[in-house]
């Protein structure tokens, strides 16, 4: 691949909230994808990721579980809004007491996600990454066995897409680019 392939390829990513077709994610293809992604960057090797699985078959009892965590007036909700996706990857990371170790693992998976996002892009699997209010929750951590050392980075809402959405522009780089001169 060549950097304009690249370059091309990064631009035209994008967050999948909705839209999914039928398509079955499989934990295969998942796999798959995840086998290349984890050639992010990772300091001192530490690789301080894992993953969970959910497919649209274990959706629903997985989304009743994760829902029950909230108030019961926003429990269908939240339901309802866990089960739009086809599968949900759930990025778990190792955590360290060490606030340089613990920022280090942080961009360590944040690039493997990237990488993820990239190639699922490739194959038409839309992704979206979620930091709802419930990867913060212990109860949710429980249900998962999230253990003590180890932060919920996010659910990655999946699913194969038809419709592109529409390109949001950004701030041009030259409005968050400065020289340090002394």
């Known amino acids: 691949m060549s950097r304009t392939e690249l370059a091309k390829l ?15 994610v499989t934990k295969e293809t998942i796999m798959q994808l995840l086998e290349e992604s984890i050639w992010a960057p990772t300091h001192g090797m530490r690789q301080p990721w894992r993953f969970l699985f959910v497919d649209k078959d274990h959706l629903p009892s997985f989304a009743k579980q994760i829902a029950s965590t909230y108030p019961e007036e926003r ?13 949900i990857l759930v990025v778990i990371m190792e955590t360290s007491d060490i606030p340089k170790q613990w920022d280090e693992n942080f961009g360590a ?14 194959e038409k699997l839309g992704i979206v990454w979620k ?10 951590k429980e249900i998962l ?10 659910f990655i809402h ?25």
């Open 109 to 122: 998976v944040a690039t493997m996600i990237q990488n993820f996002w990239l190639l699922a892009w490739e």
């Open 131 to 140: 930091t709802n209010p419930h990867i913060y929750d212990q109860k949710v």
């Open 158 to 182: 999946m699913g194969y897409f038809d419709e592109i959405p529409e390109e949001k522009e950004r701030i041009p780089v030259a409005d968050k680019f400065e020289v340090f001169e002394s």
């Open 10 to 24: 990064i631009r035209e990513r994008r967050a999948i909230k909705t839209g999914y077709n039928q398509k079955k």
């Open 75 to 87: 429990q269908e909700n939240r339901e309802n809004y866990l089960n739009e996706p086809n599968a």
């Open 145 to 154: 066995h999230v253990k003590d050392n180890e932060k919920i980075v996010g």
